[in-house]
């Protein structure tokens, strides 16, 4: 092609060439741009001829982490797959490499192959790359029933299902597009060939991933793109091999699904922890990249802090509190309540609530931190001395029942005990629930209070008026009464003085008989007269033969039953107690 501009009077300067000319005036523009000599340098490399059959060296610019990038020759570099390698012999700059053009990419890069790929030319081409399962040229020339028809010097058939495509949109795609397959089916008698173009990028994919995985090793960082989430984690593609994110490596927080936090398609940076190099299986982590919560738990947490916390998860003793993504802390069971007894901690919080809590102790060795959710209500007890002293009324309601007694809740986290002897003073009560039932509320006297052992003992019976303290109110020491003897012992008696009123009478010996005064006097040696000796023989012996005498014996009427007279010796109103003389 000539240039005008190169050839005639024209080259010259267009001031010599025509001095009548004005300096204004401009030169004429060539009569083909820059443009149409692109253009037709771009025909002269076009796809057509230069696909297929141009068998050429190629120089190693640059290796990306799939691609290698090589001169050869034309104004446009070429691509190679960097799975045309071996996995552990990878290109180096500057490596000379013996290639295949094959066409154009989208983006103008020459797709280049190290196999010589050629489009056959007749049936024994056919066979030959049959019988080889070598790679072929074709050209897709349309859509047809339940695939594609393919060129590859004859018309071949490839089923949708071998085309390495997902849908019908992109098998439209490929009409008249040059591909790469191979030969699946072949009757020369009956012209029938089928084509698999689905087999050669699963080789090529395959042999990715092999050198991919010759490449990794344990404690890499690596970039990922997630493919696909399950319940217990995600496969992430690691720029040709899949690896395995589990659902506890995503985060140090506890992740209940990875969906929560991640979705497909996600770019996300993790470290490989371990690879399986015969079960081709890589396990990565994403949290391992973070610093470790547990380090710094010790200086940030100390006991007796109030602390808050988000409840992830119970168990049967307790439930289990993030103080902050990574750290967990536990509220047992029995911190739960000063009130009562919890018996499952379900009945206090509930998982994804919000607590807060007191630090009851911190082990950052053993990654533990005990919390007590009743030490933040403040303890109910610190003042029970002071309110509930003995003798004083209280009233509450009866939280609950045992065989020995019901406890009463006297304030928010306190509750006493009525034992069932003090439930009532009229009838003897072998059950508390004949005469009580959880919820009622009571009216009871403090009887006593432990607050070490967090005990306060009541009395319901001590509130009730008696016989007995209408009867101590009545009388007074050295008041005369009459009463019956219901029960008569050696030198103790039971009387009763009326109903409910029961007292003791002591019952002194009776004073020695006359005849022991007089043997006493007798022997006594202060006496002046002489000892009548045998008259305390006579009567000492008429003794041991009769027995004692009406005198000695219990005074009559002394039996059970008996009503008599008695004198109050003594009257206790604080112990209700009557002491009582025969009077």
Sequence with gaps: MSNPRMSGPNTSDPITSNPAAPESTPAPEPAESFKDIFSEYEQSHSRKSEAGNQRREGTVIAVTADSIILDIGFKTEGVLPLTAFP?????????????????????????????????????????????????????????????????????????????????ASEMEKLVEQEIRCRIIKLDVAEEDVVVDRRAIAEDEERAGKERRYSELKEGDTVQGEVRSLTDYGAFVDIGGAD?????????????????????????????????????????????????????????????????????????????????????????????MSWAKRVRTPSDVVKPGETVEAVILGVNAGERRISLGLKQALGDPWAGVVQKFAPGTMIEGPVTSLTKFGAFVQLTEGVEGMIHVSEISAEKRINHPQEVLRAGQVVKAQVLALDPEKRLIRLSMKQLVPTGLDEYLAEHKEGDIVTGRMVEVSEGRARVELGEGVVAKCRIPAEGAKEEDKQAEL?????????????????????????????????????????????????LDPATKKIELELE
């Design 522 to 570: 007798a022997l006594s040696p202060s006496s002046s007269a002489k000892p009548d000796l045998s008259s305390l023989g006579s009567m000492l012996q008429s003794r041991w033969k009769s027995g004692p005498t009406a005198s000695e014996a219990k005074p009559e009427g002394l039996r059970a039953g008996q009503i008599r007279k008695f004198r109050i010796a003594k």
């Design 87 to 167: 996995p552990d012999k990878p290109p180096k700059p500057g490596d000379k490499v013996q290639v295949t053009v094959k066409g154009r990419d989208p983006e103008g890069y020459y797709e280049l192959t190290r196999g010589k790929v050629e489009r056959p030319t007749d049936w024994a081409s056919l066979e030959k790359a049959f019988a080889e399962k070598s790679t072929i040229i074709g050209t897709v020339t349309g859509v047809v029933k339940g695939g594609l028809s393919v060129d590859v010097g004859v018309r071949a058939f490839m089923p949708a299902s071998r085309s390495g495509t997902r849908d």
């Design 243 to 335: 690896a395995l994110l589990h659902v506890g490596e995503i985060s140090w927080r506890r992740v209940n699904k990875p969906s929560d936090v991640l979705s497909t398609g996600q770019q996300i940076e993790a470290v490989i922890i371990k690879i399986d190099s015969d079960k081709r299986r890589i396990a990565i982590s994403m949290k391992q990249l973070q610093p470790h919560p547990w380090d710094a738990v010790a200086e940030k947490y100390k006991a007796g802090e109030r602390v808050r916390g988000t409840v992830t998860r119970l168990t049967d003793y307790g439930a289990f509190v993030e103080l902050d993504p990574g750290v967990e802390g536990l509220i047992h069971i029995s911190e």
